[in-house]
């Protein structure tokens, strides 16, 4: 049963996330006018108020999802957020999308669900203070490095570099979002308040959106979405083996296969990534025919 709801949570939160990202994509550009002008329309618009609401859904169903499950379970299952997404570009902004998207979208997702359920994560306790401070610390050497490196070279590396840092810190910060839930749970607002993973979740979480708008900023999107969409579980599992001591199914013939899959997963993402639109302008097409 807490498998289950942590499944549930997990999806919910991969929802919330694609329609929060859609939702203000397309507020923040509907303005026509610059600067300060710009900035109030946004604001004003409604779409930006519900990017906002979607994503403190997001925020609550990843609480949910990792009181119940594993962090090797639920960041995984984040990756459904492009297929999430694909389906709402054509539901919702009527978008037309080629039969490679479609295909890489449906391969993405047999393969997610067959790596989590062949590797079947399980187990965890809450970690040492040595371990945290040992996973805080390499956490914090790493996304120095990538974002040194991302101070030269070409826009694509730069973007990479920024991305595979929003990557780590989301998934740090998903084992903060794991540790201050059982703070609020066993002790309440004020355990919540004594705790210090609360303030490390603050500190993680204003990071991740700084890296994130420097890895957008820097490089084109079909470079840093899939690094943040591939590294942030790859990274989430790590944490959760070695912080939360979860266990995997680790057999010679398990292993292959998780490999297997996993291959498909990051060729699924790139080719979505890569084939679809970069904008969320509606297809004029579809337009026409609903008028």
């Avoid at 859904?57 to 995984?76: D, M, N, T």
């Avoid at 490196?149 to 780590?168: D, E, K």
């Avoid at 899959?261 to 026409?288: K, N, Q, Y």
Wanted: glycine content about 10%; hydrophobic content about 55%; charged content about 15%.
């Amino acid at each position: 049963m807490t498998t289950a709801l942590a499944v549930v949570f997990g999806v919910g939160t991969a929802l919330s996330n694609a329609l929060a990202v859609m939702a203000q994509h397309v507020a923040s550009t509907a303005g026509r006018r610059r600067g300060w002008g710009w900035l109030r329309d946004v604001i004003r618009h409604p779409l930006w108020l519900l990017g906002w609401i979607a994503l403190g859904g997001s925020l609550v169903c990843q609480s949910v999802a990792l009181h119940f499950g594993p962090l090797s379970l639920v960041q995984p299952l984040l990756v459904s957020e492009l297929v999430i997404a694909l389906a709402a570009r054509r539901l919702w902004r009527r978008q037309r999308l080629s039969r490679r998207a479609w295909m890489s979208a449906l391969l993405t997702s047999v393969a997610l669900a067959g790596a989590l359920r062949l590797s079947s994560p399980h187990g965890g306790v809450a970690p040492s203070p040595r371990a945290w401070v040992d996973g805080v610390l390499v956490t914090v050497v790493v996304v120095v490095a990538l974002v040194l490196a991302a101070r030269g070279g070409s826009p694509n590396r730069r973007a990479a570099a920024f991305a595979t840092a929003t990557a780590v810190l989301w998934a740090v910060e998903a084992t903060f979002i794991k540790s201050a839930t059982d703070a609020l749970l066993q002790g309440g607002v004020a355990g919540l308040l004594r705790s210090w993973t609360l303030y490390a979740l603050v500190v993680a979480g204003v990071g991740g959106l700084t890296t994130e708008q420097l890895a957008l900023r820097e490089g084109p999107l079909r470079v840093s979405q899939p690094l943040i969409v591939i590294v942030d579980p790859v990274v989430s599992v790590i944490y959760g083996i070695a912080l939360f001591r979860e266990h995997l199914s680790t057999s010679p013939a398990t292993l292959a296969l998780v490999g297997l899959c996993g291959v498909v997963v990051v060729g699924g993402v790139v080719v979505m990534t890569d084939a679809v639109p970069e904008t969320l302008v509606p297809d004029p097409r579809a337009s026409r025919r609903e008028s």
